[in-house]
T-cell receptor
């Protein structure tokens, strides 16, 4: 079946540091890939997405590239801010069958210190 | 923001009592989902719906049932709540497969 593996957390960084959060996946077919962010006390929000190999999703300074050869979708940001402190989830959408579902990783908590 | 509301937002109930959580959308999206979020497990799919009266099980459906009699409402029922069902429950909607999903604000349920 499909699965998403995220690096272990939590991650603590100083403001303006470079961020990388690793995500690898196992899937049949050609899934779409997503990063979601969850701020404290809120629901998940879509951060960015990529629907095919070599696509780069980007939003709010975050980027991730769909790498089919390494089955990865790592999230990066060049300079994090305190406001980026949140939980980040990698997910894939199963394209097989008519009723698509998302498979989520376990999430990783990012804390950014001033 | 997608128009999704969940009610109640917080609930404390006793073991053995029935509980119904409601998800309401104003986007007229076809797909609706119920997840639970627990530390160390991320989000796990309980049930989902791909149309009015069309539902299917997710990976953790035991102890839960759902109903969807209108496009805008998706109900999750715990027939007899147990302490293991203490969790944060999220509803999500999607216009079509395999689009991204949009999440509600969540319901924190505590079963004592």
């Amino acid at each position: 079946g499909n699965s998403v593996t995220q690096m272990e957390g939590p991650v603590t960084l100083s403001e303006e540091a470079f961020l990388t959060i690793n995500c690898t996946y196992t899937a049949t077919g050609y899934p779409s890939l997503f990063w979601y962010v969850q701020y404290p006390g809120e629901g998940l929000q879509l951060l960015l997405k990529a629907t095919k190999a070599d696509d780069k999703g980007s939003n709010k300074g975050f980027e991730a590239t769909y790498r089919k050869e390494t089955t990865s979708f790592h999230l990066e940001k060049g300079s994090v801010q305190v406001s980026d402190s949140a939980v980040y989830f990698c997910a894939l959408s199963d394209l097989t069958g008519a009723n698509s579902k998302l498979t989520f990783g376990k999430g990783i908590t990012l804390s950014v210190r001033p | 923001d997608a128009g999704i509301t969940q009610s109640p937002r917080h609930k404390v109930t006793e073991t053995g009592t029935p509980v119904t959580l409601r998800c309401h959308q104003t986007e007229n999206h076809r797909y609706m989902y119920w997840y639970r979020q627990d530390p160390g497990h991320g989000l796990r799919l309980i049930h989902y719906s791909y149309g009015v009266k069309d539902t299917d099980k997710g990976e953790v459906s035991d102890g839960y049932s759902v109903s969807r009699s209108k496009t805008e409402d998706f109900l999750l029922t715990l027939e007899s709540a147990t302490s293991s069902q203490t969790s944060v429950y999220f509803c999500a909607i999607s216009p079509r497969a395999p689009y991204e999903q949009y999440f509600g604000p969540g319901t924190r349920l505590t079963v004592t």
